[in-house]
Every structure is written in structure tokens, then in C-alpha cells.
């Protein structure tokens, strides 16, 4: 069992290919690793340990699914952000067209 930083020492992207890897020591240690730190780290003990080659695809393309979801994430609350500030827009502009549209009825 390893400190946070042991453990964040070998799984980053320069290093994913060297054998070895550390395991923390506390699960807290675990909560603290970023998504990719422990996709990294699974997939060195999946490599070292030889695990089923199919467990392994499956965790890939579920460690892949979660960061696409991630992603996804990201993305459309960008989209809700930007359709909040249309929906301002809008209401602004119906209010200006229901003034025109009164001022013309008593006008008329």
C-alpha cells in the first residue's frame, strides 16, 4: 500500500506503459484519484495481473462510456445555459410586442 502521491507517480500518460504500479493505502486515497488516474491504474493491473482478456474490453468500454458521458455532460449544460439567456430574449421581446400591440389598439 502507497501514499496518494506514489500512486500518482506511476499511472500518468508518459508512464502507462512501464511495469509496476502502487496501490493506495486508504480509501479515501481511491475517492481522491481523478477518473483517468484510476482508469489508468485499472488498466495496469488488469495488464500485469492477466486478467481475462474480455473483462478487460468490457471495463475499457465502460471506462470509456463514462468519460464520453462526462463529456456529454459538459456540453449541454453549455447548451442550457445558452437557451436560458434565449428565453430572456424572447420573454423581452414578446413584452415589447405586447406593448406595441396595445399602444396600436388605442392609437387605432
Do not use: C
Not at 439567456?85 to 399602444?103: E, K, Y
Amino acid at each position: 500500500m502507497s501514499s496518494l502521491d506514489d500512486v500518482r507517480a506511476h499511472p500518468t500518460a508518459e508512464r502507462e506503459d512501464e511495469q509496476g504500479y502502487a496501490i493506495p493505502a486508504q480509501p479515501s486515497d481511491w475517492a481522491a484519484l481523478t477518473d483517468d488516474e484510476f482508469f489508468r491504474l485499472r488498466r495496469k493491473i488488469e495488464h500485469e495481473n492477466r486478467w481475462r482478456f474480455d473483462l478487460m474490453i468490457q471495463n475499457e468500454l465502460a471506462s470509456r462510456l463514462i468519460h464520453a458521458l462526462a463529456l456529454t455532460r459538459a456540453s449541454s449544460d453549455a447548451a442550457a445555459k445558452r437557451l436560458a439567456w434565449l428565453t430572456v430574449v424572447l420573454v423581452v421581446l414578446t413584452v415589447v410586442i405586447a406593448g406595441f400591440t396595445i399602444a396600436l389598439f388605442f392609437k387605432g
